[in-house]
């Protein structure tokens, strides 16, 4: 944890990891829409989710990631062996994202199994998986190392992240990320944890994300999974899936619920690649089945997919980072990188007489000019329009002397000195004075007065007064210092 300023700690989602591929078979049921042809399909649990009637849409894309943020993935897996793309091993720094523990490779077959024949297929069999490590070999992953993981993922095109991890502490690094992950269109998928209580968990419990509880066959939340008004969506807990060594299981949990959702929000996003976060979120939640212990309810794909239609693109640009001197603002057009949408983004400089032309590109580093002022993103796509964003904040420039502070009035005692703060540059400046008595030296003067004037008094006498003024803003404090009086009289 070495480096971490705060080490908060997440744990895996499954509540039983794997149990024997019997199980699957048992709970064969009549299917109301063509399965495919692997042998596992007949699981109860992808009736529940409606999933066979979501495939006679799509069964999703090649050009739709979804990353698993996790264990690693075993890529050599008969169900997984060419969907897995290049990710990151965010423990060890390097490209290595072997599975080693079990937990992501089970993951990843419930969210994008294959459509091979073999054991059973994912909810969005025609996705792709990308990887990305952050579980360590203790079983446990830190919260700002998946705040790294997710801008990767967003910076690579992933159209959904899926986190089967949880904790109950907050951390605001990882929740920033998830906020601009949103903003830039892309899904995160949350684990409400295996805790059977109201406690919320963490990032499942964050606005911005799916939050994903636990059924069992009987459309009841599984005794286990944690559950409240935090948690949106419930999906089957019971899933078949992939097994390290090339086998097949049953992975249960909100581990195994959450790619669901994860796999369902993939199909959703193949068919409606212009659609934005809110569109597929609300599709969702107005087709979920109501179940006691979650907000909207279990997920349905094939209604889903109904209410969403496929909408045109729409822009909604939003800016991220603080206007401060030397800050980047990252842009974002609310539209997923991936629908192929070309969007060009022009920063402006707006003051009280208008805007101007600042910069071009998706980022802005904030310039001392821009010190006063506010900034906007204007986007354009063809095709699509015009849209902009909200103005930034004022942009806060330091505080900067421009003229030092004087003194003015005669050095007696019984008379009353004047200060002049001199003339500052800076935004929201606020200052605060003070008068020193100086004898051998200001720095171990002594300071008699906090006002814009000071009365001289007999103590002064023998010593040399001087006027300091302190600006600060949200960036800065600057001290400036007057000369010194002649001594006082």
């Known amino acids: 944890m070495a ?133 360590r070999p203790e079983g446990f992953a830190l919260k ?48 409400a944890g295996n805790e059977f209580s109201t406690v919320p968990e963490y990032p499942a419990a964050y606005p911005d994300t799916f939050s994903v509880a636990a059924t069992v066959e009987s459309g009841e939340l599984a005794n286990y999974s944690s559950r409240g008004e935090w948690v949106k969506f419930a999906a ?33 996003r193949a068919h409606a690649p212009y659609a934005s976060v809110s569109q597929i979120e609300t599709a969702l939640e107005q087709t979920a089945h109501a179940v006691a212990g979650v907000r909207f309810g279990s997920v349905d794909a094939f209604a889903a997919l109904e209410a969403l239609g496929q909408p045109p693109p729409r822009l909604e640009p939003s800016i991220e980072g603080f206007p401060g001197i030397g800050s980047t603002l990252t842009a974002s057009s609310g539209i997923w990188s991936g629908a192929g949408i070309q969007v060009d983004y022009r920063w402006e400089r707006c003051r009280q007489g208008g805007c101007e032309p600042a910069a071009g590109g998706r980022t802005y580093v904030v310039q001392a000019v821009d010190g006063g002022a506010q900034l906007r993103v204007v986007l354009t796509a063809p095709g699509v329009g015009t849209a902009t964003s909200v103005p930034t904040a004022l942009v806060l420039a330091p505080p900067h002397s421009e003229s030092r502070p004087s003194i003015s009035g005669r050095p007696v005692a019984g008379a009353t000195l004047k200060g002049s703060p001199g003339s500052w540059s800076g935004t929201g400046l606020a200052f605060t004075y003070s008068w020193i008595r100086c004898r051998a030296s200001c720095w171990s003067g002594k300071t008699v007065g906090h006002r814009l004037s000071y009365k001289l008094r007999p103590a002064d006498r023998g010593s040399r007064i001087e006027f300091v003024v302190n600006a600060s803003n949200e960036l800065d404090v600057v001290r400036a210092a007057s000369g010194l009086t002649r001594r006082i009289r």
Not at 238 to 254: A, N
Not at 258 to 266: C, D, K, L, R
């Open 3 to 135: 480096g971490v300023a705060v080490p908060i700690l997440l744990f895996v989602a499954f509540r039983m990891l794997l149990l024997a591929v019997a199980v699957a078979a048992a709970t064969a049921g009549g299917a109301k829409a063509a399965l495919p042809a692997d042998p596992l399909t007949a699981s109860w649990a992808y009736q529940a989710a409606n999933l066979p009637s979501a495939w006679e849409v799509t069964s999703g894309s090649p050009g739709v990631v979804i990353a698993i943020m996790d264990s690693g993935v075993d890529a050599t897996h008969p169900d997984l062996a060419g969907a897995v793309d290049p990710g990151w091993n965010f423990v060890d720094e390097n490209a290595d994202t072997t599975d080693v523990v079990g937990h992501g490779t089970a993951v990843a077959g419930i969210a994008a199994a294959r459509s091979n024949g073999l054991g059973a297929v994912g909810a969005c069999w025609s996705c792709r998986i990308m990887p990305l490590r952050v579980l």
């Open 144 to 191: 700002a190392t998946m705040a790294r993981a997710l801008d990767y993922a967003v910076a690579h095109g992933v159209a959904v992240v899926n986190m089967s991890l949880y904790g109950e502490s907050l951390n605001g690094v990882l929740h920033d990320a998830i906020h601009r992950a949103r903003e830039a269109g892309v899904i995160v998928v949350a684990a």
């Open 236 to 268: 089957p807990a019971c899933m078949p899936t992939t097994v390290l060594g090339g086998g097949f299981g049953v992975g249960c949990g909100t581990s195994g619920s959450t790619p669901v959702v994860a796999g369902i929000v993939a199909l959703l």
